[in-house]
């Protein structure tokens, strides 16, 4: 594809469900990663995936948020048991390789009521 | 742990102006440091990569300077146009443990050029 593809584009979710959010990065990039941007702050780090390497989760909130990257493509943030100050846009971001150029997904607005 | 600040958080200018935007980080041990432009409701736009080792980048109307010594960079842009307008971020990369790379970003600085 053209570039880093996000689905949905916004989902709107009770308090207490899980949610599930797709990131397809650019066709062979290694990297990828995950970023929150809440109303009024910066982008704060989730989870960052380098090629077949353990991901770094030193960024993940709580232990309700989790995400995979399989086959070294498509990636699938979740979140269990969504509150309402999960509610973010939530970027991903995909690198040819590490220490290299960002290209952003268009994101995933989530509001949990 | 790394900081990345970006003042002032809304700057206004006449179009024509030339523009200055900063960013400050408080760690020098870094990789590169990139900035990136957000229009409203959209992803980020990788603009302009600096590598540690370079003092300067250039593309087309924008140019960047990196001193990584006293931890600033500078995104310069002349004759600004009312196009020009978006928040413009900051983002300094480093090595976060295990040869994982890690970007912090400032909150941005959000920029209006008025016809």
């Known amino acids: 594809g053209a570039g880093v593809s996000q689905s949905p584009s916004n989902k709107v979710t009770e308090k207490g469900k899980d949610v599930e959010l797709r990131c397809d990065p650019i066709?062979?990039?290694?990297?990828l990663y995950w970023y929150r941007q809440s109303l009024g702050q910066g982008l704060e780090f989730l989870i960052y995936f380098q090629g077949n390497s353990a991901p770094d989760k030193s960024g993940l909130p709580s232990d309700r948020f989790s995400a995979e990257r399989t086959g070294g493509s498509v990636s699938t943030l979740t979140i269990q048991r969504t509150q309402q100050e999960d509610s973010a846009v939530y970027l991903c971001?995909?690198?040819?390789?590490?220490?290299?150029?960002?290209?952003f997904g268009s994101g995933t607005q989530l509001s949990v009521l | 742990k790394q900081e990345v600040t970006q003042i002032p958080a809304a700057l206004s200018v006449p179009e024509g102006e030339n523009l200055v935007l900063n960013c400050s980080f408080t760690d020098s041990a870094i990789y590169n440091l990139q900035w990136f432009r957000q229009d409203p409701g959209k992803g980020l736009t990788s603009l302009l990569l600096i590598q540690s080792s370079q003092r300067e980048q250039t593309s087309g109307r924008l140019n960047a300077s990196l001193d990584k010594s006293s931890g600033r960079s500078t995104l310069y842009s002349a004759a600004s146009q009312p196009g020009d307008s978006a928040t413009y971020l900051c983002a300094v990369g480093a090595d976060s443990g295990g040869s994982n790379y890690k970007l912090t970003f400032g909150k941005g600085t959000l920029l209006t050029v008025n016809p």
């Open positions: 971001a995909s690198s040819l390789n590490n220490n290299e150029k960002l290209f």
């Open positions: 066709s062979g990039h290694t990297a």
